[in-house]
């Protein structure tokens, strides 16, 4: 089920009344439904679809900053971050999801804009033709997500009307706690240009992005804190996790192209599963191909994938970490 909120003029909230929007068309209800029809308006024949990585790093990114400016530092993977082209230079985790149909007409739906979103887009958005976005999909409400948001009125200032953002009602409350005035831009203050966002809230039952059935995959991002990832096609999602649980585990049998979080090696940590916990559920999870994201500079992507390649030999085990930039062809 999908509910909306508009960024404009006052924000509706359960129980509120429908009221005309500054800047908008039209009124608009509350709660929109989406005939089982749509869901999957997505597939064409006629269509050429791919992802493309926009980010694969941690909130912080690599390289760290204190790694390139320290004295006593040995880390390896920073500095060869900053050399042209590398694989080690992650920015937070992103994804375009690109579909170009036979008519003509690209649809970009793109998965979280967090903190170096914008830095992401200056880089990729040219080389895949990517104008306007045609749907934002929120994994969670922390800064590696959501950081970026700000900067999304360059596309509603100037490519386009405005952005649907699909997001929990619960992620759309942080979201409203960090960026009120984008919530609701009567709160804005200053003379500089806000965002033109429609933010409509998801629950775990299958939606549409621009005509794209998105089916959230809820997952643990630490005890007791549940976020999405998402299944579209034969991908399945997850950027950040510590635990899946049997009911998601579900949702994603049958994949062909698992994307998984694998913040670093050995050491565990409380909300992002290991290289080794990755590996492990990628065995669990029996996926045709895994690609690796959401990794610290604790991982030198080269060896690393190395020694991965191993796995193949011996297990038949297809599992890489991704890089920012990597294109990878899907049916959609």
């Not at 953002?165 to 804005?188: A, C, M």
């Not at 998601?248 to 909300?271: F, K, M, N, Q, Y």
């Amino acid at each position: 089920m999908v509910g909306v909120r508009v960024s404009s003029g006052s924000v509706m909230r359960s129980g509120l009344q429908s009221t005309e929007r500054i800047g908008s068309a039209t009124n608009y209800s509350p709660r929109r439904r989406y005939p089982s029809s749509m869901l999957n308006s997505g597939s064409d024949s006629g269509s050429k679809s791919r992802i493309v990585f926009l980010g694969t790093g941690t909130s912080e990114g690599v390289p760290r900053v204190s790694c390139l400016t320290s004295p006593e530092s040995d880390c390896p993977v920073c500095p060869d971050a900053m050399k042209p082209g590398s694989p080690n230079r992650r920015r937070n985790t992103s994804l375009l999801i690109q579909r170009e149909f036979s008519d003509g007409r690209i649809s970009n739906v793109v998965i979280d804009a967090g903190k170096f979103f914008y830095e992401s887009a200056m880089h990729w958005f040219p080389k895949y033709n990517v104008q306007t976005m045609d749907a934002l999909v929120i994994t969670h409400a922390h800064a590696d997500a959501v950081g970026g948001l700000d900067d999304l009125r360059d596309w509603t200032n100037n490519n386009q009307e405005s952005l649907p953002i699909y997001l929990r009602e619960t992620d759309l409350d942080s979201v409203e706690s960090l960026f009120f005035y984008l919530v609701d831009r009567n709160k804005q203050t200053g003379g500089g240009g806000v965002a033109k966002l429609t933010f409509e809230t998801i629950d775990d039952s299958p939606f549409d992005a621009d005509g794209l059935e998105m089916i959230p995959l809820p997952v643990e991002h630490g005890r007791g804190q549940e976020i999405f990832g998402f299944r579209f096609g034969e991908v399945s999602y997850i950027s950040d996790a510590s635990a899946i649980s049997d009911s998601t585990t579900e949702l994603i049998a049958g994949s062909e192209l698992l994307v998984l979080d694998a913040l670093r090696p050995a050491r565990t940590h409380g909300t992002h599963f290991t290289l080794e916990q990755a590996v492990d559920e990628a065995r669990r999870l029996g996926v045709k191909r895994t690609l690796l994201t959401d990794a610290t500079h604790d991982i030198d992507h080269v060896p690393v994938n190395a020694e991965l390649a191993k796995l193949k030999e011996s297990e038949g085990l297809d599992i890489q970490y991704a890089y920012d930039g990597m294109e990878i062809s899907v049916e959609l």
